[in-house]
């Protein structure tokens, strides 16, 4: 998924079909890249879910799928209970470090 | 017996690809960021305790990098490097943050420290951001313009009310 969304080609096909739906050569025509390129990231797009497409006479049409986006938070989320545990175990340690450090003052 | 703070950490999504956590711990300062960035320190805090810590290398200076690994008890091994863009010692540290269990994954992590009264709240910002960030990783501007252009892309497709 972040490698999908790191070209900026990539990103410019998004952006483009944030207007709605878009034949492969609209898409060329927003972006002045050549017409494989589109296709090979339109390829890399949907193999992650990003776009769909469907046929419509002798054109594929694009469109944006935004919900797939959705999963990546859900997945960061998921390291909640470990950022927690890191944090806490910290604070026992500084606890501990000045602790000592009245002891030896004593 | 003084109440501990575990569990307190307040963990915040200000956008899809930016995770603040806020701490407060019962410590002065100085302490805090000793504890954060002294290698001797920090191998007694960084790795679950069940697990053990086999890389703890930090150079404290701008350019500089961090890299730490633990092996967790069933094996598995967990690396985190990164560079040190910004340090100002106690109070604020900028570094690029790389865990290798996560592909693809490179952030940029700010920690802020502050004191009040004895108290200090840690303010961490982790920050993804794509490909195009990474190769300015010794530009701040580069990166935060990059960082900045992607996080209004991926609210702009989010927001609710889009078609699609």
């Known amino acids: 998924m ?3 969304l790191a070209d900026g080609h990539r990103r410019g096909i998004l952006d483009a079909l944030l207007a709605g739906e878009r034949a492969v050569g609209e898409l060329v025509d927003d972006l002045s890249i050549s017409q494989p ?11 992650v879910g990003l776009v769909a ?4 006479g002798r ?3 694009y469109r944006l799928k935004p919900e797939q986006l959705r ?3 859900d997945w960061v989320s998921s390291y909640e209970p470990a950022i927690n545990a890191r ?11 000045q602790r000592e450090g009245d002891d030896s003052d004593a | ?26 410590a002065p300062v100085g302490l805090v960021f000793d504890v954060l960035t002294n290698p001797d320190h920090v191998i007694h805090w960084f790795a679950p305790f069940e697990d053990t810590m086999t890389v703890c290398e930090i150079d404290l200076r701008v350019g500089g990098s961090y890299h730490m690994v633990f092996v967790t008890s069933d094996g598995a091994e967990c690396s985190f490097r990164g560079t040190y863009l910004e340090i100002e010692q106690p109070s604020r540290i900028v570094s ?3 865990f290798e269990g996560w592909p693809d994954a490179e952030a940029v992590e700010t920690v802020e420290l502050e004191e009040v009264d004895g108290v200090t709240t840690a303010r961490m910002n982790l920050a993804f951001r794509d490909q195009t960030g990474r190769d300015h990783m010794t530009r701040t501007d580069g990166q935060e313009d990059s960082w900045d252009k992607m996080e209004d892309y991926l609210l702009s497709l989010t927001r609710e009310g889009r078609p699609g």
Request: proline residues 5%; contains cysteine; hydrophobic residues 40%.
């Open chain 1, 2 to 4: 972040f490698n999908a």
């Open chain 1, 37 to 47: 390129q589109v296709s090979k990231h339109l390829r890399v797009l949907s193999e």
């Open chain 1, 59 to 61: 054109h594929r049409l």
């Open chain 2, 1 to 26: 017996m003084t109440p501990n703070r575990h569990g307190s950490a307040v963990i915040e999504y200000p956008s899809n690809l930016e995770i603040v956590t806020t701490r407060q711990f019962d």
């Open chain 1, 87 to 97: 944090l806490d175990r910290m604070d026992d340690y500084l606890i501990q470090l």
């Open chain 1, 53 to 56: 497409c469907r046929a419509q």
């Open chain 2, 96 to 98: 690029t943050w790389l």
């Open chain 1, 71 to 73: 999963p990546l938070r």
